[in-house]
């Protein structure tokens, strides 16, 4: 019963800032890459950014400088930290993660519910 739950959505107004969280929970072996999408109403579901099991980091262009990614790996939380928002950040927001249940020899893809986020004034 692995599960990934993100919080952290809502109304911020254009060069706002808003932090991302995404806990993964339930009987857990490993978490390898994590990630950050972004799906806008009728748009494909997009990378954000992506953080390893290492910390190494890939940003999407259009939020370079903008989005920090991080986890705490203690915690199980990936974070996405996001400033100067721009109301075409606006999107529903998917946590991603590759994660190993216990028991099981291979990692899968798991996805949180999504958060939404508007960038609006």
């Known amino acids: 019963q692995v599960q990934l739950v993100e919080s952290g959505g809502g109304l911020v107004q254009p060069g706002g800032s808003l932090r991302l969280s995404c806990a993964a929970s339930?009987?857990?072996?490993?978490?390898?890459?994590m990630g950050w999408y972004q799906q806008a109403p009728g748009k494909e579901r997009e990378l954000v950014a992506t953080?390893?099991?290492?910390?190494?980091?890939n940003y999407a262009d259009s939020v370079k400088g903008r989005f920090t990614i991080s986890r705490d790996n203690a915690k199980n939380t990936m974070y996405l930290q996001m400033n100067s928002l721009k109301p075409e950040d606006t999107a529903v927001y998917y946590c991603?993660?590759?994660?190993?249940?216990?028991?099981?020899?291979?990692?899968?893809?798991?996805w949180g519910q999504g958060t939404q986020v508007t960038v609006s004034s």
């Open positions: 339930g009987s857990i072996f490993s978490i390898s890459v």
């Open positions: 953080v390893t099991s290492g910390d190494s980091t």
């Open positions: 991603n993660a590759h994660m190993r249940p216990m028991g099981h020899l291979y990692e899968y893809p798991y």
